[in-house]
């Protein structure tokens, strides 16, 4: 079984300073892990995934992330808020070979303030 | 790249009637659909697979005969609630795996009963 704890429901920065998101996780199978966002009322969009290639992986939006398999860790990470980054973020892991039936973490609100 | 289109974004219905939700993939095979539901500040939660051809496999505590699942065609599937109630005012969002093991998902359905 798998499962995803996300450490804070809310995290706030400044403009230009560092994001860090964090997510721990739970499996009994090498994992594949998964960083989404969300905007309000919208769907969820990938911004990146560890598959068990490089442990440091790089996103879409200036985000990344470091699998570390000693402390089940998986945070995310940003040099730069910047207002647009304000949204909800999510953590999921999925055990296997794909990303069947994610489990989810809470959840973690970034506000990014002027 | 693939694009899971779910409609409607937005439902307004009256306490006892039924909803339809669909998700098509308008660009590939969709033979696996992921559903799930997102409480107000909550996570998304797995309510069902559904398999194209096949039952929908539901997870536990998600009731089948309030949340049907059709899976008819390889490039669409939907969830109808029927005889909802308030408690089911929701976020559902649909999922399915694209080309590449991809995640892709729909942009999600806010349903509010009255």
């Known amino acids: 079984a798998q499962s995803v704890t996300q450490l804070g429901s809310h995290v706030s920065v400044s403009e230009g300073a560092l994001v860090l998101l964090r997510c721990n996780y739970s499996s009994s199978v090498p994992p594949y892990l998964f960083w989404y966002v969300q905007y309000p009322n919208q769907g969820l969009q990938l911004l990146l995934k560890?598959?068990?290639?490089?442990?440091l992986v790089k996103g879409i939006n200036g985000f990344e992330a470091e699998f570390k398999k000693s402390e089940t860790s998986f945070h995310l990470t940003k040099p730069s808020a910047h207002m647009s980054d304000a949204a909800e973020y999510f953590c999921a892991v999925s055990g296997g070979t794909g990303f069947q039936k994610l489990v989810f973490g809470t959840g973690t609100r970034l506000l990014v303030s002027p | 790249g693939a694009v899971v289109s779910q409609h409607p974004s937005w439902v307004i219905c009256k306490s006892g009637t039924s909803v339809k939700i669909e998700c098509r993939s308008l660009?590939?095979?969709?033979?696996?659909m992921f559903w799930y539901r997102q409480f107000p500040k909550q996570s998304l939660m797995l309510m069902a697979t559904s398999n194209e051809g096949s039952k929908a496999t539901y997870e536990q505590g998600v009731e089948k005969d309030k949340f049907l699942i059709n899976h008819a065609s390889l490039t669409l599937s939907t969830l109808t609630v029927t005889s909802a109630h308030p408690e089911d005012s929701s976020f559902y969002i649909c999922s399915t795996e694209g080309p590449n093991t991809e995640a892709f998902f729909g942009q999600g359905t806010r349903l509010t009963v009255v």
């Open positions: 560890y598959t068990s290639a490089a442990t």
């Open positions: 660009d590939f095979q969709a033979t696996t």
